[in-house]
């Protein structure tokens, strides 16, 4: 059974920081690319940021360029995302996806519970 377990959210001011994690199992987790996804308070989801299954190619939105960085370790099953320089607008419950293929834009397939970031003074 796949798992998806993404920890890390939480209130930070805007400006701050925060490290989410999702721990992955049910996988060959090194096979397939991964994302983040969120959703912001009575909006759709928005897609963040992808890597493929090997970590070399990455991907994000035009919004956390600069700010956003993903990343994963195959042999401990785990995918980042470290968010820096948070604005308000990036409050939202972000979810860990697992990707379809080894490729990171050929869709999603697996989504864990997400984990709630708040960027507030």
């Known amino acids: 059974e796949v798992q998806l377990v993404e920890s890390g959210g939480g209130l930070v001011q805007p400006g701050g920081s925060l490290r989410l994690s999702c721990a992955a199992s049910?996988?060959?987790?090194?096979?397939?690319?991964m994302s983040w996804v969120r959703q912001a308070p009575g909006k759709g989801l928005e897609w963040v940021s992808g890597?493929?299954?090997?970590?070399?190619?990455?991907s994000y939105v035009d919004s956390v360029k600069g700010r956003f960085a993903i990343s994963r370790d195959n042999a401990e099953n785990t995918l980042w995302l470290q968010m820096n320089t948070l604005k308000p607008e990036d409050t939202a419950v972000y979810y860990c996806?697992?990707?379809?293929?080894?490729?990171?834009?050929?869709?999603?397939?697996?989504w864990g519970k997400g984990t709630l970031v708040t960027v507030s003074s």
């Open positions: 996806a697992k990707g379809s293929t080894w490729r990171y834009n050929d869709g999603m397939d697996y």
């Open positions: 049910g996988f060959t987790f090194g096979s397939n690319a």
């Open positions: 890597i493929d299954s090997g970590g070399g190619i990455t």
